[in-house]
């Protein structure tokens, strides 16, 4: 009786067994055991930068309109916000490009795109709303409320509160004496709450 528990120990891997026997029988269920745990274990995932924040920049348009009409490019300052939903790789963003001739708000919804840790890729959509009135000068995005894309990227600095941004918002039929598109490149530096 009591051989015919050691064997049925060894054999189900629970065994002590002496020698060589005992320990390559060990190994080879520890072995398994980690086989088993790696190939049923979920891929890990990088998931999007926790990052809701705001902050303030510079703003550089690079298109110019109708230059007859004075519709050069500009520059602003730009206060950035975004709030970063956690369950969802969803933000609402917002830019306001003001000190210029015409101040302009960019609301924008985006998909982030997680690379590490602490870097998000996004694209985002939305409007940039002008406060032209009958002034012709532009912002760096122009000077008539138009669609926008809005492709950037966020980095959270490690051990600190504070993140870098940078994007570039493209606005169509932005210039009301031309059809141009406007662009115009943001980057700053925010603080994450």
Known sequence: ??????????????GTGSGWRGGAIASICGLTAALITL??????????AYGSY?????????????????????EAITIAARYHFLRLPLSVRAQALVFTDTNALVPTVSYDFPLNWNTDLYFGA???????????????????????????????????????FGN??????????????????????GVRF
Do not use: W
């Open 1 to 14: 009786m009591k051989s015919s528990m050691v064997n049925v120990k060894r054999q189900g891997c629970i």
């Open 39 to 48: 190939c049923s274990a979920t891929p890990a995932t990088a998931q999007a």
């Open 54 to 74: 705001v902050g303030v920049g510079a703003s550089i348009g690079l298109t110019d309109g109708n230059e007859t009409f004075g519709e050069n490019q500009d």
């Open 126 to 164: 939305g409007l940039a709303i002008q406060d032209a009135d009958d002034n012709e000068d532009p912002s760096p995005i122009g000077n008539r409320t138009a669609f926008v894309l809005q492709p950037g990227v966020d980095y959270m600095l490690p051990n600190s509160h504070l993140v870098v």
């Open 168 to 189: 570039a918002i493209i606005a169509f039929d932005a210039y009301r004496e031309s059809d141009n598109a406007a662009a115009a490149l943001q980057g700053g530096v």
